[in-house]
């Protein structure tokens, strides 16, 4: 979702950016003032950091019963206890490991197909463009969480198989974001300059678009990578999580059980989602501010200033 | 001014999308371990009972046949035969499916009326206080997973305050009919609801703002002030209309993702809808169903954002496109 207030762009199309002169450092710079991509990566950071130390930091194991059932937050609990004794608080840092294990790798994955379907339909262009666009509109239109429902049916839990399901469903957005910034590139000056010194479609994509394209793309990989934690948490809310493996979504709906007993198994393990969905977000935004919000509104063509509300989960 | 053209064309463009659902979700049936005839006959060994067995459920055609079979009763609306309910999947899904629209319904209106409103007015003095506030709530509300949002409500507003029933569609106490049992209903209704329509209201109040903020300095809202329009008329008669075009599509496009929220939320406050069934089923693994229910919400997306493109095409007169 994105949201511009400024006015720019002349009739004739959007000038280019501010920092597409500077450099990426000038983008870095500047994306470092913007106050919500502070938080936004502070969030993150924290998260991560919970993440990496857990099997250090932790007071105890995951699974692991360490104190009478059912406390509420103290000081050696501070997210209180569960039913069968196990810290919350480790629960909660073992499960930021799952989720942010599982968003990497979906973001990975679906980065790879999004860019490369992307590139090479806005680079290419006839035929081939249209059939890369058919495609991507059908990928689009799966429902993701149900798809995912069903494939856990069939095929049993597991991390793995999550992973791969949600990377092969999460780039259409990208995709269509990736072709249209290639669209643009392709004629520009630094472009035609590459190829009439001799240089190839390759080096022209690699060295030349992919770098310009980036920004725009971590926009959308990061608002993807959010929805893939909201997807992941619900998964593991309605039983479907990963039986080997701590996670968040596991630990709501534990707290769902003894949602009158004990308030705090449901309310932290949300936070830990929220934390880390709003801190992704926070960043997409304050990315995108800096881009011109037009271009990358008319790579997905109908929402005027905005991105395609479809993004978030399907 | 509709183009037939265009019509046309976009209506071509459901069958890739439809055939293309199809084909993967036979071919991840087929892919899936376990072989629907040993789990049918028991591991009795006899290979002519298997063959038997077979030959009469069709598994012995060319791959091929038996995906336009598949295929076929699929667009019939014949899904199969649920595992633990023990009758078509289209019936059950049928039975179930009025409590999920209405839930699905009330939380559409309530996002739709409330994101306008809160931000229009959000958009009245951008930057003042309304709209700091609008902003940060929206962007914690769409953050949010929505079991998480359905707690805590249930946590503060049923058990704590008092105010709304922590669980199902009706009072199981005492049995109304007629307005009382539509006012019951109505009670039970609230907060699934508001829980519901919480993250599409904050992504329609971003957009509402964000098209009313572009719109402002456009020349045709020059022009309706420069004719001495109120400025309550010139956003309300002539900003808005145009800042609400992008709120038309979000509808189609994230009927996905109400589907998906509407089965958590009605988890956790028990709503006899869809949720409680694929929930059911997923336990059980009660393969029909599920893909019953996947059937359903894919065609729906396909269905809803042909509808809001054809709708938008009507609406924008700009819009011609590929």
Redesign the interface.
């Known amino acids: 979702m994105r949201v511009s207030t400024h006015e720019s762009a002349s009739p004739e199309g959007p000038p280019a950016p501010p920092w597409a002169f500077e450099g990426a450092w000038a983008l870095v710079r500047r994306f470092l003032r913007v106050p919500g991509a502070i938080v936004g990566l502070s969030l993150l950071l924290a998260i991560t950091l919970a993440a990496i130390t857990a099997s250090w930091i932790a007071p105890a194991g995951p699974f692991e019963s360490v104190a009478r059932p059912l406390q509420p937050p103290s000081l050696a609990h501070p997210m209180g206890t569960d039913d069968l004794g196990r810290d919350l608080l480790s629960g909660i840092m073992h499960g930021a490991r799952t989720s942010l294990l599982v968003m990497v790798a979906v973001a990975a994955i679906s980065s790879l197909i999004g860019v490369a379907v992307g590139a090479v339909a806005g680079f290419r262009g006839g035929l081939l463009d249209d059939l890369l666009m058919r495609a991507t509109e059908v990928v689009q239109s799966v429902p993701r969480f149900f798809m995912a429902v069903i494939v856990i049916a069939l095929f049993g839990p597991g991390v793995d198989r999550l992973v791969v399901l949600l990377g092969l469903t999460s780039w259409p957005i990208l995709a269509r974001v990736v072709r249209a910034e290639t669209l643009s590139l392709r004629q520009r000056e630094f472009v035609e300059a590459a190829r009439s010194l001799g240089a190839s479609d390759w080096r022209i994509l690699l060295r030349h678009v992919l770098p310009n394209i980036a920004p725009a793309a971590v926009v959308v990989i990061s608002l993807t990578a959010g929805s893939v934690i909201l997807l992941e948490a619900a998964l593991g809310f309605i039983g479907l999580g990963d039986p080997r493996l701590m996670s968040w979504g596991y630990l709501a709906s534990n707290g769902q059980r003894f949602l009158r007993a004990a308030w705090w198994l449901a309310l932290f393990p949300g936070v830990a989602i929220l934390i880390t969905v709003l801190g992704l977000n926070l960043v997409s935004d304050a990315l995108n501010d800096l881009l011109d919000p037009r271009t990358l509104s008319r790579a997905v063509g109908r929402t005027p200033g905005e991105l395609p509300p479809e993004h978030v989960i399907a | 001014m509709t183009n037939s053209g265009y019509v046309v064309r976009r209506l071509m ?1 459901v069958v ?2 439809v055939s ?2 199809l084909v ?2 036979f071919f ?2 087929h892919l ?2 376990g072989d629907p005839v040993e789990a049918l006959a028991g591991q009795s060994g006899d290979a002519a009972y298997y063959a038997f067995m077979r030959r009469k459920f069709g598994l012995d055609r060319p791959l091929l046949e038996q995906f336009f079979t598949y295929a076929g009763n699929i667009l019939r609306g014949d899904l199969g035969t649920s595992f633990i309910h023990g009758r078509p999947v289209f019936d059950v899904i049928l039975e179930r499916l009025p409590a999920t629209l209405l839930l699905m319904g009330t939380a559409l209106a309530l996002s739709s009326l409330g994101g306008i409103v809160l931000g229009t007015l959000a958009a009245r003095r ?1 930057f003042g206080r309304l709209d700091l506030t609008v902003g940060a709530a929206s ?2 509300a ?8 359905a ?2 409500a ?2 503060g507003l049923s ?1 704590y305050a008092g105010v709304f029933p922590i669980q199902g569609m009706t009072d199981a106490r005492t049995v109304t009919t007629g307005f009382a049992r539509a006012l019951d209903i109505a009670h039970h209704l609230v907060l699934p609801a508001l829980v519901l329509a919480l993250q599409e209201l904050a ?1 329609i109040v ?2 509402t ?3 009313l ?2 719109a402002s ?1 456009r020349d045709y809202l020059r022009t309706a002030r420069a004719k001495g329009l109120g400025e309550t008329r010139v956003m309300t008669r002539h900003a808005l209309p145009n800042a609400l ?2 709120v038309v ?2 509808v189609g ?5 109400l ?3 509407v ?2 939320v009605e ?2 406050f028990g709503w006899p809808g869809l949720g409680r069934v ?2 059911s ?3 059980a ?1 009660d ?1 029909p169903i ?2 019953g ?2 059937m359903l ?2 065609f729906s ?2 269905l809803a ?1 042909l509808l809001m493109d054809l709708v ?1 095409a009507r609406l924008d007169p700009r ?1 011609r ?1 590929t």
């Open positions: 463009q890739p999308t293309g659902i993967v979700v991840m049936i899936a371990p951008p962007l914690v769409y953050a949010a997973p929505s079991f998480w949002l707690q805590v249930v946590l058990f992504l971003r957009l703002r964000a098209g903020l572009e300095g075009l992008p599509t979000i496009g994230r009927l996905g993702f589907f998906s929220g089965v958590v988890i956790v694929l929930l089923a997923t336990l693994r393969y599920l893909l229910i996947l919400v894919a997306v396909v954002n938008y819009i496109l």
